[in-house]
């Protein structure tokens, strides 16, 4: 096991410290001090996050479950799905409550290597969502089929013109505006499997072994294509090697962008069928060597929900509770450049102010339109930070045209 002094925890600590807000790198170093066995530290760490992240308070969880305290493993799993459904892990939430109820079978998983292998979830997924339950993004989902779904539809017209199946495209844009989910849903339209990696589930303290484990998935999707192999944050996998001091870290880069090569040129042989997505909130920090043609040779900006997609979402976030007369539309239009996690956020903090006001009373007080715009005056749209950064490297690094696509949305809706 590696050692929590190890220097590449170092520097990732040293990085954290100089950018606390950067939720890749907090994560990063929370998934190595994880693996290192410093599981206090990195549950410090990943609570130590200035804003509430699916992907830490999954972490938090395991390293809750490993120290024991597994009534708060179970609150801080499930706070987790509540931000980010993708990260929802049957197999994880099952283990934790079962060993809530019985304390032994976490010995069993500890002393038995089998057991604990056992009850890992498998590594391909079957999505049952689709393109129709993605709302609103009607621009996006033509694209991803005419770039995924088709070919794989009618693979005869696709070679009769030199197309293949397969390829890389990158996803980029604001937190909280559905990439993970399209991505999935992408892979349900399809009817195809569905591979999503983290970077915990490659990041290694022994060198050559991120290699080997990042290589170990794009063989598992060629195994199993047709096949979308899907990088989260791909910005800390394949960051720019300019501004990495680590020698381990370029070489982990050199193996993404050599697996890429094949796949991403439309697929040859084995590669043939297998697809790689990545979605990012930086496409600034993914080195340049991801975007040349062969690799994500196709980059789309996923911006905020429009009006029909917040509509959707607000009805989705509602159902279940109770609600009389909600004009949706209204809040939907006073909700403009917020995110999908934004529109929850709005939903929970209406939902909050009633319930407080179901305890005075001892009734149940439904939702109305009028709470619910109460809680848009509250809930700024965390949007506009993204964009704020955005505008100076779309305005002054825009090699190629590759962010007129924020250019445009952002004088659109007159963001500077």
């Not at 609150?75 to 990260?87: C, F, G, K, M």
């Not at 709302?135 to 013109?161: M, N, Q, S």
Request: aromatic share 6%.
């Amino acid at each position: 096991m590696a050692h929590p002094d190890d220097p590449e925890v170092a520097a990732l600590r040293e990085a954290v410290a100089a950018l606390p807000g950067n939720l890749p790198l907090r994560r990063q170093l929370c998934a190595a001090l994880e693996r290192a066995g410093a599981i206090e530290e990195a549950l410090a760490t990943a609570q130590a996050a200035p804003v509430q992240d699916g992907a830490l308070l999954l972490l938090s969880a395991r390293c809750l479950y490993e120290l024991g305290r597994y009534a708060e493993a179970l609150q801080s799993y499930d706070r987790a799905v509540a931000l980010d459904v993708s990260l929802a892990d049957a197999a994880l939430r099952e283990r934790i409550a079962s060993t809530q109820a019985n304390p032994r079978a976490r010995l069993r998983l500890v002393a038995d290597p089998q057991a604990r292998a056992a009850s890992e979830p498998p590594e391909a997924e079957s999505p049952r969502l689709t393109l129709a339950d993605v709302g609103g993004l009607e621009d996006i989902k033509e694209k991803i089929r005419l770039r995924v779904i088709h070919p794989l539809r009618r693979p005869d017209l696709y070679r009769a013109y030199g197309k293949k199946i397969g390829g890389g495209l990158l996803l980029y844009g604001p937190p909280g505006c559905g990439k993970t989910f399209l991505a999935r849903a992408t892979a349900g339209e399809a009817g195809i499997r569905f591979f999503s990696v983290g970077i915990e589930e490659v990041l290694d303290m022994w060198i050559g072994q991120s290699e080997k484990r990042l290589h170990a998935h794009f063989q598992a999707a060629r195994q199993q294509a047709p096949a979308i192999l899907f990088f989260d944050e791909v910005d800390a996998l394949g960051g720019r090697r300019s501004a990495i001091r680590h020698e381990s870290y370029r070489m982990l880069v050199a193996q993404f962008l050599a697996d890429l090569d094949g796949i991403g040129a439309g697929g040859r042989g084995q590669d043939e069928g297998v697809l790689v997505m990545g979605a990012t909130n930086a496409p600034w920090d993914v080195d340049p060597a991801f975007r040349r043609p062969g690799r994500f040779s196709d980059v789309l900006f996923v911006p905020p929900p429009d009006l029909r997609g917040r509509v959707e979402i607000l009805k989705l976030k509602l159902r279940g509770r109770p609600a009389e007369g909600v004009d949706v539309a209204e809040v939907a239009r006073a909700t403009e450049l917020y995110s999908g996690a934004d529109l929850e956020h709005v939903v929970e903090s209406a939902a909050e102010a009633a319930l407080e006001q179901s305890l005075r009373t001892g009734q149940v007080q439904p939702l109305r339109t009028a709470d619910l715009l109460a809680a848009v005056r509250r809930v700024r749209p965390s949007t506009l930070e993204w964009f704020a950064s955005a505008r100076s490297f779309a305005t002054y690094a825009n090699e190629g045209g590759q962010y007129n696509d924020v250019l445009d949305y952002m004088r659109r809706h007159r963001l500077g």
